[in-house]
């Protein structure tokens, strides 16, 4: 036997565990039985069901029958509204009974839908019923669902009410009638919104109108259709707007964090947005300014001190400018050329940076950096390095146009600066330090479109030439009077001074490298005379001013130390 095989001291013998081991891990018995088998998901599957299949019984009943010559179009019409009546008495019935609230709600559900769809089918297929008549009685059958579902406090009766007419309205009318009832069904569901959080509600009332306009407004585009059908469709994108607005002031006032309210109404201003698609240029500018208008001036409005007891949210706020933001952008396009574009641009961005420098508004701020962006980005296209090197290209390119969008350029970078100084004062002031560099960058590049646009302008043999001499000067004296200002704060405001110190250095070293790598090469008699002259004058000038600023702070400095 070996000498391992004897029980060892404290080892237990062979198939035991050792004392204080935990037992094996044993999987748990499972607790939760399978999906099908958890109470009210499969009535609730079937009752869904139930419902898309009756209600597509319903318009066949309406539309297939009447395409195939069943029956008349009495009992059809009479047929399908017995049997709409029918199915919500049994709805009420069933679900007072215990278990029964799920197939009430179904039952329920598709009897409204199936009574607004009969409506609908009276109105627009058969004509038995003029519009304004059809759309009251249609209002009718939704507001008495919604306020059934109230009482119930049921979102799915809601829903699968406006579901189930949003999805079968297609297969029985289409085009402006379709809208103007998916309208009536977006109004009758918006006094729920005062009492019920329904995000979905919120969802599927707004996005059935949205989709069908969106539709007519493709289709329009597409067939060139007459100016009437325009104007109808404009009416309702305007309708769908307008409710959407009050749906989510209704909403955000009493619930603050309804982001999803916030989403409905975004959603709302989309067919509206995109109207200019319809109509001529001038046109297309009327209607996209008084939207830009209207969503702005909500968003302005709101958002000052007298509008506070109004309760509306940021996010609510912010998506009605972006809103306007979106229209008034779609206005300067309409209304500009191809070279004149970036000048409305960059008037917009100045006024966004203003008025967020102002009063102190993150979201203006943001809107002109936008706008911002957008115009430079256009102007350096139009006046790119290649065409401000190259005087053939200056003299084909460039003018008055230019010239002008340049000059707002670098007011916007200055506002810009500004503007971000005003909304956001207790930054790092590294932060600080990189949009001064980057204003700087900007504001160079504009004043060199400026002087060439201008002297390229005014037809002068040599204006190519003075435009860039012009440049040059104008960049080392700005840089010297970003100097100056920097050691002017040197001790009151060091944070500011660093800034405007690191600015300035920078551009003297950009206006030095393009005296010595361009203006060098390029001008040439008594143009780059002026030139070095000036630039030479002006960096004395700031050496001087530097150094003695410095040696008057050492000055400070030691009396301090001798007086302590």
């Not at 979102?155 to 297609?170: K, R």
């Not at 749906?247 to 509206?272: E, H, M, N, Q, Y």
């Not at 409305?344 to 950096?369: D, I």
Request: glycine letters at 10%; aromatic letters at 6%; hydrophobic letters at 60%.
């Amino acid at each position: 036997m070996p000498p391992n095989a004897w029980p060892q001291p404290g080892v237990p013998p062979y198939g035991q565990r050792p004392s204080g081991t935990p037992p094996p891990y044993t999987r748990p018995p499972r607790t939760t039985p399978p999906w099908w088998q958890r109470e009210g998901v499969v009535s609730r599957l079937l009752a869904v069901a139930g419902v898309a299949v009756t209600l597509t019984g319903v318009v066949m009943l309406l539309v297939l029958a009447a395409q195939a010559g069943w029956f008349g179009p009495v009992p059809r019409v009479a047929a399908g509204a017995v049997f709409s009546a029918a199915l919500v008495a049994a709805g009420i019935r069933v679900s007072g009974r215990a278990g029964g609230r799920v197939g009430g709600i179904a039952l329920a559900a598709t009897g409204i839908a199936g009574g607004y769809l009969d409506v609908l089918a009276v109105t627009t297929l058969y004509g038995w019923l003029h519009p304004v008549i059809g759309l009251a009685v249609a209002f009718g059958i939704a507001a008495g669902g919604v306020a059934l579902a109230m009482q119930w406090r049921s979102q799915p009766f809601a829903v699968l009410v406006v579901a189930g007419v949003a999805a079968l309205s297609p297969a029985v009318t289409g085009d402006l009638a379709l809208i103007a009832f998916l309208i009536v069904l977006m109004a009758a569901c918006l006094p729920v919104h005062r009492r019920f959080d329904w995000p979905v509600l919120q969802i599927a009332r707004t996005l059935p109108a949205v989709l069908a306009t969106l539709w007519a407004v493709g289709d329009a585009v597409i067939n060139d259709p007459a100016a009437a059908r325009v104007l109808w469709i404009l009416a309702g994108a305007t309708a769908i707007a307008l409710l959407g607005a009050v749906g989510v002031v209704d909403s955000v006032r009493r619930r603050p964090k309804d982001i999803v309210a916030t989403v409905a109404f975004a959603l709302s201003t989309v067919p509206l947005l995109s109207m200019p698609a319809l109509f001529d240029r001038p046109a297309a500018a009327v209607v996209s300014g008084i939207t830009a208008a209207a969503l702005l001036g909500a968003a302005a409005l709101t958002s000052a001190t007298f509008a506070a007891p109004l309760r509306i949210p940021l996010h609510t706020r912010a998506t009605a400018a972006v809103a306007g933001a979106l229209a008034l952008l779609a206005a300067c396009v309409t209304v500009t050329a191809d070279d004149t574009l970036p000048i409305a641009l960059l008037a917009v961005a100045a006024g966004f940076l203003a008025v967020g420098g102002q009063a102190k508004s993150l979201l203006a701020a943001l809107l002109g950096t936008a706008f911002g962006i957008l115009g430079t980005g256009l102007l350096v296209t139009l006046a790119n390095t290649e065409t401000l090197a190259t005087q053939r290209l200056a003299v084909d390119d460039l003018g008055f146009t230019t010239a002008i969008a340049a000059v707002l350029a670098v007011a916007v970078a200055g506002l810009g600066f500004r503007c971000l100084r005003t909304v956001a004062p207790n930054r790092d002031t590294g932060a600080d330090s990189v949009f001064g560099v980057i204003a700087a960058l900007i504001a160079l590049y504009a004043t060199t479109v400026t002087t060439v646009s201008l002297g390229v302008a005014t037809g002068a043999e040599d204006g190519f030439v003075a435009g860039h001499s012009a440049a040059t000067i104008l960049w080392m004296a700005g840089a010297t009077a970003a100097l100056f200002s920097g050691l002017r704060l040197l001790t009151s405001a060091p944070s500011a001074a660093k800034v405007a110190l690191v600015s300035g250095l920078l551009v003297t070293a950009a206006a030095l490298a393009k005296l010595f790598l361009f203006d060098l090469a390029t001008l040439d008699g008594l143009v780059r005379v002026l030139a070095f002259l000036v630039v030479g004058v002006l960096l004395l000038l700031a050496g001087t001013r530097y150094a003695r600023a410095f040696a008057d702070a050492a000055a400070e400095r030691q009396e301090n130390s001798a007086a302590e």
